[in-house]
């Protein structure tokens, strides 16, 4: 009999790679995205002549292209120019003010110990490293409004960046991305101006462009003749009906995929797409899958919560669980709104059953989300 593990990747009869299909996947071409490509480039040449740059603000709906376009312009600014160092950060990974100096003083080399360093003497190893290489640095703040939501001031890292480049003469590039077009409403000239010199908007896909989106994806991830005409078009049409988002059609197609190579089949048909589609569109794994994959502050809202619920009320008052932290309520609040998207907490507005200390009304409880959505239809 065959060894049971003797099925490799390189027998599938549906994939040729299909880590072409995952969300960090940086393509070599981004179709429908040259505008915005030639926007980053234009604000970001000058640092490749030791001049500055612009300071650009990316905006738009999720699944737009954001962060590829610019970790695409971030690799092909390295690749052209020796003079130029770059750093991507996503703010929801790394979120103060002092880790991201720690993660710019990294990038020009500098040696940093996690504890015990005060971040302004980060910040000024890292601008004496910089102005000693003669280099520019281009930074990216993903997800930047993180920042801004945070319990202490983790934006003024903009303040620093903006210091930097009067200390260095406009050495530092930055590009912020956000989904919240409306990010930098009521906010202070300076932090305005170092978050967005310029704005870049990213719009939805249209149908016709996430078709061809996903027709470069797949072929680089699938066997030729692997794939119903047909596929590409109904996986399309998901994410078209979703915001225009690429991320949940190339979900789709590789989820098709997946089913398709299970179940043994020569191709992908359309029948495998519509069998996935309400696993893409909740976009929800499994609790059971998420839970163990928690951690910091997000393990121990979760934990608090299912807590609560095992005590037998039907969850906790948002009230009731920002009580717990010290974080700011935002933050807690954020963090919630996260777990809920994910899947693995239920948030529902409810009447007040009794007037508390005056108050009225609705309010919010959360609770662990029930039984996951699969096991649900299985
Ligand atoms: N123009 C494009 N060409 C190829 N893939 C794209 C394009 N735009 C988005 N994608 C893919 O769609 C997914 C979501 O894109 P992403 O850049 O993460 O969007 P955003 O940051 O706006 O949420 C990623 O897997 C990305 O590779
Ligand atoms: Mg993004």
Redesign the pocket.
Known sequence: MANIFSKGRAESRIFRDERA???????D?????DREIRELADALAGTAEGRGAENLL?T????????????YVLRELEEYSQRVVTTYINCWELGTRHGILAKLANAMGEATPRRGIASDEIFDSFAEALAKSGKSIVVVL?EVDRLFAAKHEEWRILYDLSRGNELLGARIGLIS?T?NEEITAGMDARVKSSLAQRQVK?AQ?SPV?LK???R??AKVAFLPEALDAEVVPVCAAIGAKHGG???L??NALWRAGKLAERENARMVSVEHVKRVKLDVEEQKPTREELEPRLEGLQKEIYEAVKKAGERGHGGITSGGLYKLFDEHERVVEEHVNRLVKLGVLEAKMVERKEESGGMRGKTRIISVRRASTKADRS
């Open positions: 299909l995952m969300p960090e996947f940086l393509p071409v981004l179709p429908h995205r990316l738009g709906p999720p699944g737009t292209g954001k962060t590829s376009v610019s970790r993903d991305i989904n990213f896909y462009q061809d989106i996903l470069e994806r988002d690429a991320r059609a190339l």
